[in-house]
C-alpha cells in the first residue's frame, strides 16, 4: 500500500453555490503549498493531491461541503463497454463487501438513463467482488462501512470519484443542538473566510440574533480541525496511512473577544451549551446602545420566511440599517436575501449564495476612516 499513499489524485472540493471564490481563499491561507488548482462552479478542482493531503483538507476546509477523489477516467459509449470496464478496477482498493450508492450525472452523451448506468455499475462491482473474494477476517471488518460514488459522464467521458467525506462537512458534530433556521456550518465558515484579512483592526466579534450559535461558533473554530468521522477513515486506500488531527496555520482569532446574543430562550439555552467560548447572554439587539471600540458584528437576521418577524421586510431592513449605523462598528457582515448598505462605510458584496434554498447575498461593511 505504500505505492497508494505515494500515488497522486485529482479531488474535487464541493461547495456551495456562490461562495467558491471564498473557498479559493481558504485554501490559498491554509494550504500555500497547494497550487495546481481550478475554481469550477460549485468547487475547486485539484490536481496531483497525494492521500496524507487529502486527509489535511477534510479535517481542515471548513467552507466545503465535500471531497471526492478522482480515480478513473475513461471514454464510454454504450453500456456493456461501460460494465467490462468497471468490472476490471481494482474496486477492493476503493471499498470492500458492499455495494456503495452510486449518484450519477451524465450530459451531452450517448449514456443517458441514469438507472441502467447505474445497475451497469452496480453488476459489475458484484462481478468483482464475486470474482476476487477476500477473507473472512476482512470483509467484517468493512462490511458494514457504506461509501458512495459519484459518477459524471459528459461527451461520452466518464470520471468516477470516490466520496471521503460521507455525511456533509457542515455537520461538524460539535454543535448539537439546533434550532428551526440555521445557518449552514459551511457559509458561516465562508462569513469568516470573507472577514479575515480585515481584523488586525479587530479586538471584539458580537454576534446578536445569534440563533443556537452557529456563526459564532465558526469564527472562534476557522483554524481547529474538524473532528468528526469522515467516510476515507474506512476505505482500504487509507488504511495505512497513520491518522492525526493535523495542526492548521496559526490562530490569529484567539485572541478575539466574543459576545453572542438572542432573544428566543430556547435558542438562548441551545447556544448556551453549544458554544464554550466568549459571552452569551439574553439581549434585544435594538435595545443596545453602544459597542465596545474596533468590534466586528456578524449576523445572520431572520428572512421572514422560516421564521417571521412582525414587519414588512423594507421596515424590518430599515430598521436594522438605521440602529447598525447609529451603533457604528467598525465593521459589519450581513447575510440576507437584500443587501445592506451603510452611509460612510465601504461595501463589498459577495452572491448569490444559496442559503437553505433562499438566494442570500453576502455584505461586508467597512468603515472608511478606519486605521488600515
Given at each position: 500500500m505504500k505505492?497508494?499513499?505515494?500515488?497522486?489524485?485529482?479531488?474535487?472540493?464541493?461547495?456551495?453555490?456562490?461562495?467558491?471564490?471564498?473557498?479559493?481563499?481558504?485554501?490559498?491561507?491554509?494550504?500555500?503549498?497547494?497550487?495546481?488548482?481550478?475554481?469550477c462552479t460549485g468547487g475547486i478542482l485539484l490536481y496531483s493531491i497525494n492521500l496524507s493531503n487529502c486527509v489535511s483538507l477534510q479535517h481542515q476546509m471548513r467552507t466545503t461541503t465535500r471531497i471526492l477523489l478522482r480515480f478513473y477516467e475513461t471514454k464510454v459509449r454504450d453500456l456493456p463497454?461501460?460494465?467490462?470496464?468497471?468490472?476490471?478496477?481494482?474496486?477492493?482498493?476503493?471499498?470492500?463487501?458492499?455495494?456503495?450508492?452510486?449518484?450519477?450525472?451524465?450530459?451531452?452523451?450517448?449514456?443517458?438513463?441514469?438507472?441502467?448506468?447505474?445497475?451497469?455499475?452496480?453488476?459489475?462491482?458484484?462481478?468483482?467482488?464475486?470474482?476476487?473474494?477476500?477473507?473472512k477476517k476482512v470483509l467484517e471488518t468493512y462490511k458494514d462501512h457504506k461509501c458512495e460514488l459519484y459518477i459524471r459522464i459528459e461527451n461520452d467521458h466518464a470520471t468516477?470519484?470516490?466520496?471521503?467525506?460521507?455525511?456533509?462537512?457542515?455537520?461538524?458534530?460539535?454543535?448539537?443542538?439546533?434550532?428551526?433556521a440555521p445557518?449552514?456550518?459551511?457559509?458561516?465558515?465562508?462569513?469568516?473566510?470573507?472577514?479575515?484579512?480585515?481584523?488586525?483592526?479587530?479586538?471584539?466579534?458580537?454576534?446578536?440574533?445569534?440563533?443556537?450559535g452557529t456563526l459564532t461558533k465558526e469564527f472562534q473554530n476557522f483554524y481547529r480541525p474538524i473532528k468528526r468521522k469522515f467516510s476515507y477513515m474506512k476505505s482500504p486506500l487509507f488504511e495505512t496511512l497513520s491518522f492525526k488531527y493535523l495542526e492548521g496555520p496559526e490562530d490569529t482569532l484567539s485572541n478575539l473577544s466574543f459576545s453572542s446574543s438572542d432573544l428566543d430562550q430556547?435558542?438562548?439555552?441551545a447556544m448556551s451549551k453549544n458554544l464554550i467560548e466568549g459571552k452569551v447572554h439574553k439581549e434585544d439587539f435594538y435595545n443596545v446602545k453602544d459597542l465596545q471600540e474596533k468590534t466586528l458584528i456578524i449576523v445572520n437576521p431572520p428572512y421572514n420566511k422560516r421564521v417571521k418577524y412582525d414587519s414588512s421586510p423594507q421596515n424590518f431592513i430599515k430598521r436594522f440599517s438605521e440602529h447598525l449605523q447609529t451603533l457604528s462598528p467598525e465593521i459589519?457582515?450581513?447575510?440576507?436575501?437584500?443587501?445592506?448598505?451603510?452611509?460612510?462605510?465601504?461595501?463589498?458584496?459577495?452572491?448569490?449564495?444559496?442559503?437553505?434554498?433562499?438566494?442570500?447575498?453576502l455584505s461586508i461593511l467597512s468603515k472608511q476612516n478606519r486605521q488600515r
Open positions: 505505492e497508494q499513499e505515494n500515488k497522486l489524485y485529482d479531488i474535487f472540493l464541493v461547495t456551495q453555490l456562490g461562495i467558491e471564490s471564498i473557498a479559493e481563499k481558504e485554501l490559498r491561507l491554509k494550504f500555500p503549498h497547494l497550487t495546481d488548482y481550478e475554481v463497454k461501460l460494465y467490462n470496464k468497471c468490472k476490471k478496477l481494482p474496486w477492493n482498493q476503493y471499498f470492500i463487501g458492499s455495494i456503495p450508492k452510486i449518484n450519477i450525472k451524465s450530459k451531452s452523451s450517448r449514456l443517458f438513463d441514469d438507472r441502467k448506468i447505474e445497475s451497469a455499475i452496480s453488476g459489475a462491482i458484484r462481478e468483482y467482488q464475486e470474482a476476487n473474494a477476500v477473507k468516477f470519484s470516490l466520496d471521503l467525506t460521507g455525511q456533509r462537512m457542515d455537520l461538524r458534530s460539535d454543535k448539537p443542538f439546533s434550532d428551526k445557518l449552514r456550518s459551511t457559509i458561516a465558515a465562508a462569513m469568516t473566510c470573507a472577514c479575515i484579512d480585515k481584523l488586525e483592526a479587530i479586538r471584539n466579534i458580537y454576534c446578536p440574533m445569534a440563533g443556537t430556547a435558542s438562548l439555552e459589519a457582515c450581513i447575510i440576507h436575501p437584500h443587501r445592506f448598505k451603510l452611509k460612510g462605510y465601504e461595501q463589498q458584496v459577495i452572491g448569490p449564495i444559496n442559503n437553505g434554498g433562499i438566494k442570500t447575498y
